[in-house]
């Protein structure tokens, strides 16, 4: 079992910032990739972010230059304890539901937490 929980999201000016933070615990050595996905209303979740266990990352296009996905690990280990999602120069279209999501080496299964809200808005 893997947890995962959300924090840091709040409203926001457009152009502004925010930090989003997954917290992981449980059986963090079978995590193989984590993403930040967002669910817009009526939106489906989409894909955000994604590090792989080797600390590689790709993004959608959407966020590319604006978002930046990162990650602490147990020491020299590839076990996350964190996952970061650094947002800038955030627009009203990023407001959503920002959830985590951890996949399990061989594709078994995967978790994801309860969600943070974003809103972008003056």
């Known amino acids: 079992q893997v947890q995962l929980v959300e924090s840091g999201g709040g409203l926001v000016q457009p152009g502004g910032s925010l930090r989003l933070s997954c917290a992981v615990s449980g059986s963090i050595f079978s995590i193989n990739a984590m993403g930040w996905y967002r669910q817009a209303p009526g939106r489906e979740r989409e894909l955000v972010a994604r590090i792989s266990r080797s600390g590689d990352t790709d993004y959608a296009d959407f966020v590319k230059g604006r978002f930046t996905i990162s990650r602490e690990t147990v020491e020299n280990t590839v076990y996350p304890q964190t996952v970061y999602l650094q947002m800038d120069s955030l627009n009203p279209e990023d407001t959503a539901v920002y959830f985590c999501?951890?996949?399990?080496?061989?594709?078994?299964?995967?978790?994801w937490g309860k969600g943070t809200l974003v809103t972008v808005s003056s």
């Open positions: 999501h951890a996949g399990i080496l061989g594709g078994l299964r995967d978790y």
